[in-house]
């Protein structure tokens, strides 16, 4: 069974400024994927980033990206010039790929850390 | 795309009774999610539908709890003889089956509580 940890219940950040949020996983496969999904107070959970286990190119959409360190089971999420619109609860999780990279969403999720954007 | 849509957005119901959610996922969708998530905790994985075949049930799914989707296209879950345990939010999701990974798009949840 694999287990996601997020070991940074809360952070706070200005606006305009850069944050890093942590992210550990184990597992034993050796293909998979990774997610961030965001929670913000109205409670939809929106995907913010994804990252395939066998490219060793980190993701990046626009303002977010991702250091994906596969030996270290680590993947935390950048965001740079942070936004008040960024607050929310932003959540770690792991889909594990079948063979061929056909997946099912099974999702495995960390705990969540709480991102405060102050002005 | 109108999304995936849940009702009720919330429930509050006594212990004992029975309660039903609804999802409705995003149409050409073939593949719909249940999860439950607690206060201040990730989602966890229920179950999950390939068109109308329930293909996993976590071991959370007790027999208390039932999830159909007939036809394939909207789905509910039951619980019945509620139990204050059971409070939670109930999240819906769906996903169109590709290569390379699935992407999940998630409803806005419907939160039970059980008094």
């Known amino acids: 069974a694999q287990t996601v940890t997020q070991s940074q219940p809360e952070m706070s950040v200005q606006e305009a400024e850069t944050v890093t949020l942590s992210c550990t996983y184990d597992?034993?496969?050796?293909?998979?994927?990774l997610f961030w999904y965001k929670q913000p107070p109205s409670r939809q959970m929106i995907l913010v980033i994804r990252q395939e286990a066998y490219k060793q190119q980190n993701a990046t959409e626009n303002r977010f990206s991702v250091n994906f360190q596969k030996a270290a089971k680590s993947f935390s999420l950048k965001i740079s010039d942070s936004q008040l619109g960024d607050t929310a609860m932003y959540f770690c999780a792991f889909m594990n790929a079948n063979a061929g990279g056909t997946s099912y969403g099974k999702l495995t999720f960390g705990q969540g850390t709480i991102l405060t954007v102050h002005p | 795309d109108t999304g995936v849509s849940q009702n009720p957005r919330h429930k509050i119901t006594k212990r004992g009774q029975n309660v039903t959610f609804r999802c409705d996922p995003i149409s050409e969708h073939n593949r719909l999610y249940w999860y439950r998530q607690t206060l201040g905790q990730g989602p966890e994985f229920l179950t999950y539908?390939?068109?109308?075949?329930?293909?996993?049930k976590s071991r959370l799914l007790s027999d208390r709890f039932s999830a159909e989707r007939p036809k394939g296209s909207f789905s509910t879950l039951e619980i019945q003889r509620t139990e204050q345990g059971d409070s939670a939010m109930y999240l819906c999701a769906s996903s169109l089956t590709v290569l390379g990974g699935e992407k999940l798009f998630f409803g806005s949840g419907t939160q039970l509580s059980v008094l």
């Open positions: 597992t034993s496969e050796s293909n998979y994927y």
């Open positions: 539908f390939q068109n109308e075949a329930q293909l996993e």
